[in-house]
T-cell receptor, first 111, second 116 residues
Framework: EDQVTQSPEALRLQEGESSSLNCSYT??????LFWYRQDPGKGPEFLFT???AGEEKEKERLKATLTKKESFLHITAPKPEDSATYLC????????????FGTGTRLTIIP | GAVVSQHPSRVICKSGTSVKIECRSL??????MFWYRQFPKQSLMLMAT?????????EQGVEKDKFLINHASLTLSTLTVTSAHPEDSSFYIC????????????FGPGTRLTVL
């Protein structure tokens, strides 16, 4: 069974204080790993898709990296508007489009 | 980017009534749409996969007769919660896959259902 574990559960940072969120996964064969951002009371907003170990993607203050066992979401010099829950999900590589989500990291950036 | 809408954004109903939630892909065609449920401070749980023109595939433990899904066109899927009860109160979110942007699911804004 596919599993996704995210850590930490919650993270409070001062504005400008860089850090990383972790997503560990077990899947029979990885088709893709996805990062989403979710604000309270809203649906997830797509950030990145990673397909193979060693791949990296960047968007503004965010950079996602992937290894064979985990993915990191690095946030550089965060701003208060980066406060949200960040969700990681995996899609297995056998024709099933199902996403398995982790429980997320609730990030709070303090001005 | 790909946009998915949901209607209504929130609904309050009495126990025993049925509620229909619409999910639309606004700027792309989606042969496959997904319905999720999210409880407070928990992650998304897939309820069913909806394919245009065919029956939905439900996840284990999801009652097919309670959560009716119809995917009548390439841009519209509906979820009907039949004979709703307070335990059905939740945040329901749909997503749609854009084949042009391989593998990525784009999510709607969600529907907050409260059953009194």
């Amino acid at each position: 069974e596919d599993q996704v574990t995210q850590s930490p559960e919650a993270l409070r940072l001062q504005e400008g204080e860089s850090s990383s969120l972790n997503c560990s996964y077990t899947v029979s064969g990885l088709r893709g790993l996805f990062w989403y951002r979710q604000d309270p009371g809203k649906g997830p907003e797509f950030l990145f898709t990673l397909y193979s170990a060693g791949e990296e993607k960047e968007k503004e203050r965010l950079k996602a990296t992937l290894t064979k066992k985990e993915s990191f979401l690095h946030i550089t010099a965060p701003k208060p508007e980066d406060s949200a829950t960040y969700l990681c999900a995996v899609q297995a590589d056998f024709g099933n489009e199902k996403l398995t989500f982790g429980t997320g990291t609730r990030l709070t950036i303090i001005p | 980017g790909a946009v998915v809408s949901q209607h209504p954004s929130r609904v309050i109903c009495k126990s025993g009534t049925s509620v229909k939630i619409e999910c639309r892909s606004l700027d792309f065609q989606a042969t496959t749409m997904f319905w999720y449920r999210q409880f407070p401070k928990q992650s998304l749980m897939l309820m069913a996969t909806s394919n245009e023109g065919s029956k939905a595939t439900y996840e284990q433990g999801v009652e097919k007769d309670k959560f009716l899904i119809n995917h009548a066109s390439l841009t519209l899927s509906t979820l009907t919660v039949t004979s709703a009860h307070p335990e059905d109160s939740s945040f329901y979110i749909c997503s749609a896959r854009d084949w042009g942007l391989a593998d990525t699911q784009y999510f709607g804004p969600g529907t907050r259902l409260t059953v009194l």
